[in-house]
């Protein structure tokens, strides 16, 4: 989004004829590209003799007799249906959508009794027989030209975009440059760097090389995952943010950061009101709210208000502009490409991978699929607002990255969607009241490696009993649930008002129910010892102990854990407290006194990269920390990481490319501090910039 584009060309067109004139140029803007227009032109054709033969065949009345007869008819009805839907959309697309529908349902029906007066073969029995023919012919060509037109963006947003403009026609140019910020979630600047090289993000890749946008890396400290860096970014402090989950010994209270009464704890602890958002911003697909007014798809908000409320967000689901047939043949197409590619992983002995099932397609459709477009059209719609700042998470390469690998063909594809989105955005952005400034980011990386269960055949918490008394128990926390909590997002949404998204929501919260987030949590009983898993990371607690214990204290009373942690092969580095306070880091060969910055033997350390001391000493002052913190081992001669999670695709620890994040800006935005260590400066950096376009008067 380069200065210079989105200064609010609609509001400049007030008289009938400009806004007409406006009209006829957005949808040429928004045509589909050439390839594009000529494949839909022959399935079109196609699917208009369909649809006639189907209601010959429903109605007798209407009578279409030869194949030469049919395609003749077919083609004087798409070229009629067709002209009329484009005059239509152009003249009426102010008014409510049912207004150009009932019209465009006239023509049809006139449209019938023309084609059986002057076409060979063709009858028609009447005005009543037209009538029902322009009905049944009008539904199956909707449903048609839905599936010729599925994976067209530009088409789809296009119509909310020109809708938007004539709703807004009258608004007033803004003076001040909103910020957009447009988070891709757990891509890390080496593989951004890949696929610009590589051409498959066309967007991205033009603005650096054409549009003078600048790409610098940041920072992503321990904990890198999306709760930490989140709560950095929107709110400018992540301090006890311990990990994706975590373990608190005061509330006997497992937190886990997709659970939205958990998300919403996190929002209570670190905000202070002045959240990157707390300027009628918008958050949209996020975990946590930056103090935004509204806040769509956001996990922190999703239990609050009711449907009639005058609360955070949306009242309903977009019913006039999310098209649900198209929501659904997309996901049901993105669900067949999950269970070929995997199929393609196992037949090829793809290594290391994953089971990838049924449950896994729909999660992968709802993510990648329904939230992307959704989140795509609130962002179009908060940018016809003018909204000063809006921030937007998309979340579907991360998810699949988790299962497939980040630099998988899978993973890449996703990031192909969100680079067409982020162009349908930039497309957008060119008629609001308010021009905006893009900015692009991630909250972290992502590493790719087997399992540590699929390497030594037991998870950590198995490993971990085994060094304990056979009385204690131990519950580990390594389930792949980070993706999940997707469908509930939407679900929630869609609940939120009248129409047919709330009564989808209501009829079927079964459906959506696999995706909420994990199971219940068993509160009657605490087991002796919580394992608490994010990625290649991983907390020990000892519940029965109210404060953290000593490496003395553990290895008075479980004198072989510490050793063999330390000494198992998939567990690359442990950390733990000293009896004086300080922080020490054991190795199968090795102790690293990170506090008195004290080395015996090899240090364990040396596989993590410069800064991995600075990170543990940063985890170590959080009150929440585990007794003892294990980082995954680092193959070094394949840099793959050991994850603790069933996840292939990890991130949370030390090693890597997972706390490799990248933060893309336009030229005339500059970093105003040197490189960007941690969220919180990443915040800091946002709101300089936002202090800068609010004296930049519209530039």
Known sequence: MTPGIGKGSATARRDLIGSYRLQAHLMWEWRPARLALLRRAILSYVGACVA?????????????DGLGALLLAGLLMLVLDSSSDIVLQWLFVAWPIFVAQTIGLVVQVLAIIAVGRVVPGVSVDGTSTAVWGAVLLTILNALF??????SDDDSYYGVLVRRLVARNSRRAPEPTPGLLVVQIDGLSLPVLNHVIRGGRVPVLGGLVRDDGATLHPWVAMLPPTTPASQAGILHGRNDGIAGFRWYEKSSNRLLVANHPDDAAEIVRRVSDGTGLLADDGASIGNLLTGDAPRC?????????????DDGRRLRGFLATSVNYLRLLVLMIGEMAKELYQAERQRGRSVEPRMPRGLTYAVERAVTNIALRTVSTAFVIEEMFRGTPTIYVDYTGYDAIAHHCGPERAEAIDALEGIDRAIGSLIKAS??????????????????????FSQRYGRPLETIIAALLPGSMS?????????????????????????????LLARLLPGALRPFGGGAKRDTATTPDVVVASSGSLAHVYFTSQPDRMTDATIETRYPHLIEGLADHPGIGALMVRSASGNALVLGSHGRHDLTADHLDGIDPLDAYGPRAADNLLHLEAFPNVGDLVLLGAVDRASEEVTGFEELVGSHGGLGGWQGEAFILCP??????????????????????WQAQLKGAHGD
Do not use: W
């Open 52 to 64: 006639l033969a189907i209601t010959t065949f429903v109605l007798p009345g209407l009578r279409v």
């Open 145 to 150: 030209a839905e599936l010729v037109a599925v």
């Open 296 to 308: 769509y798809l956001t996990m922190a908000t999703i239990g609050e208000g009711k449907p009639g």
């Open 430 to 451: 060119r008629n609001t009241s308010r021009a905006y400034r893009l900015v692009v980011l991630s909250d972290h990386g992502q590493c790719l490696g087997a399992t």
């Open 474 to 502: 131990v519950v580990g926390t390594t389930d792949s649930i980070e993706s999940a909590g997707m469908g509930r997002r939407i679900a929630a949404e869609l609940s939120r008002g009248p129409g047919i998204g709330s």
């Open 667 to 688: 030229e005339t935005l500059r970093l105003s501090e040197g490189p960007l260590v941690g969220a919180p400066a990443v915040y800091r950096q946002l709101k300089a």
